[in-house]
C-alpha cells in the first residue's frame, strides 16, 4: 500500500533524475474560471509527461538481477517513453508493447530512447496483456503503468511538489486514466494538507474509474476514440481504487470538443503544448464542471505529447467553432470579373480568403453560372456576421459550409 512515507522515499530516490517543473499562475485562465489558477507544467519533463517519474522510481527499485534481465512495459506512449529513457540511461534492455492506434510522436520518441518496440492489439489493454506474458516468458521485470505500488509513489511526488511551490491551494485538479496519478497524489496531498480538494477529470469517452467507484471493483468499460489517449484505460486499477475511494473528493467527465478546446485556449493563451490527456483538468475548469469560484487551484497539465497533424485539426476545428474560420458556397454569375467583384466586398470588411474552389457543372448551377466554395480567415464571429452582412448587401446568394 502507498504511504505518505514511500512518496517521500520516492521524492528522495527520484529528485537528482527527475525535473521539478514550474507552477505558473495564468492571468488569462484566472479571469476565464473565475479562480485564481496555476499550471503545473509537466508537459516539460525529458520525455514530455509526468510519467517518467513513476516509472524511474520503479526501475531505481530493482535488484542487480532483475535489471539484468531487463525490463518490459505496455504504453499508449508516456509511460514507454518514461520507462525506455531511463532504462536505457542505466543500461538496462528494455521491449515496450503498444497499441497499434498509438500516435507517430510517442511512437517515434520511444524508439529513440532505445527501446525494443512491439506494436500489438487495437488497443492499451489488449497491448498490455501481450506484454505481462512476454514478461513472464522471458522472467523480465513488468513495469506497470499505474497498478505498482512503486510507480504509484513517484507519481505522488507532483503532491509534494505542488504543496511545497504553492502552500496555498485550495483545489487540485488531476487527469485520471488507470488511476496512479491521482492515487499517488492524493495521498501525498491528503496525508501532507487534508484540507486541499482534489478533483480527477476523465475523458467520457472513457471512464473506468467511474465504473470502478460505482461497482467497488474494476471493471472494463466499453470505449471510443479519445483526443485523451494518454488516460484512455478501459479498467481501472486494483491498487490504485483504494486510493482513490480515500483520497479524491470528486471526479468529473469532459468531452472531445471541450478538450480540443482546452488544447487551444493553452496555445494560445499560455503559448504550452499540451496533449489531451494533458488538457482535460484545464477543459473541466473552462466549462466548470468543478463548481469552483474564488479558488486558489492548481491545473496539472501531465503531458505534451501531442502529433502535429493532430494539432493542425485541433487547430483548424478550434477556428471555425470560433467563428475565425468562415466556409461559403457562393453562387456567380460565370463571366469575365465576377469573381474580382466578390473578392472586392471580401476585402473591404477586411477577411482573409484563405482557399477556393470554382465548379461550373455541380451543386445545381445554371450553364452561365458557377459556384465557389470560399474559406476565410476573420477576426471571430462578430466580424463573420459583418461579413455575411456585406455579402447580403451586395446581393450574392451563399449558403454556409459546415
Request: charged share 20%.
Amino acid at each position: 500500500m502507498v504511504t505518505l512515507q514511500s512518496i517521500e522515499a520516492a521524492a528522495a530516490r527520484i529528485g537528482p533524475s527527475i525535473y521539478e517543473s514550474p507552477l505558473v499562475h495564468s492571468r488569462t485562465l484566472s479571469r476565464l474560471t473565475g479562480n485564481t489558477i496555476f499550471l503545473k507544467l509537466e508537459n516539460l519533463q525529458m520525455t514530455g509527461s509526468f510519467k517518467e517519474r513513476g516509472a524511474l522510481n520503479r526501475i531505481l527499485t530493482m535488484t542487480d538481477e532483475e535489471r539484468r534481465r531487463g525490463v518490459i512495459a505496455a504504453s499508449a506512449g508516456n509511460h514507454a517513453q518514461g520507462v525506455a529513457y531511463h532504462a536505457t540511461q542505466r543500461g538496462i534492455p528494455v521491449q515496450i508493447w503498444m497499441p497499434r492506434s498509438t500516435p507517430l510522436v510517442k511512437l517515434s520518441a520511444t524508439r529513440n530512447h532505445g527501446a525494443d518496440v512491439v506494436l500489438y492489439g487495437e488497443n492499451y489493454d489488449e497491448a498490455c496483456r501481450a506484454a505481462m506474458d512476454r514478461s513472464r516468458e522471458r522472467e523480465a521485470t513488468f513495469i506497470h503503468p499505474f497498478d505498482d505500488d512503486e510507480v504509484i509513489a513517484g507519481q505522488g511526488t507532483l503532491g509534494l511538489e505542488l504543496l511545497r511551490q504553492n502552500p496555498a491551494l485550495d483545489v487540485i485538479v488531476v487527469p485520471v486514466g488507470g488511476g496512479g496519478l491521482i492515487g499517488g497524489l492524493g495521498c501525498a496531498v491528503k496525508e501532507g494538507a487534508s484540507a486541499v480538494e482534489v478533483v480527477g477529470v476523465q475523458s467520457a469517452r472513457l471512464s473506468s474509474m467511474s465504473a470502478a467507484l460505482r461497482h467497488g471493483a474494476p471493471v472494463e468499460v466499453s470505449a471510443g476514440p479519445t483526443l485523451a489517449d494518454g488516460i484512455a484505460v478501459r479498467t481501472a486499477g486494483a491498487r490504485t481504487l483504494p486510493l482513490v475511494q480515500r483520497y479524491v473528493d470528486q471526479l468529473v467527465t469532459v468531452g472531445e470538443d471541450e478538450i480540443a478546446a482546452a488544447i487551444l485556449t493553452l496555445l494560445e493563451g499560455e503559448k504550452t503544448v499540451a496533449e489531451g490527456a494533458g488538457a482535460v483538468a484545464l477543459a473541466a475548469l473552462l466549462q466548470a464542471k468543478t463548481g469552483h469560484q474564488g479558488k486558489n487551484i492548481a491545473v496539472l497539465v501531465s503531458g505534451g505529447n501531442l502529433d502535429v497533424n493532430l494539432l493542425a485539426r485541433i487547430i483548424e476545428r478550434g477556428m471555425v467553432r470560433d467563428g475565425r474560420r468562415l466556409r461559403l458556397r457562393v453562387r456567380l454569375p460565370d463571366y469575365p470579373g465576377s469573381l474580382e467583384g466578390l473578392t472586392s466586398v471580401i476585402a473591404k470588411v477586411s477577411a482573409n480568403i484563405v482557399e477556393t474552389s470554382y465548379n461550373r457543372a455541380h451543386y445545381g448551377v445554371g450553364l452561365n453560372e458557377a459556384a465557389l466554395d470560399v474559406t476565410m480567415e476573420t477576426r471571430g464571429r462578430e466580424h463573420a456576421s459583418e461579413v455575411l452582412r456585406a455579402l447580403r448587401g451586395s446581393r450574392y446568394e451563399f449558403s454556409l459550409i459546415e
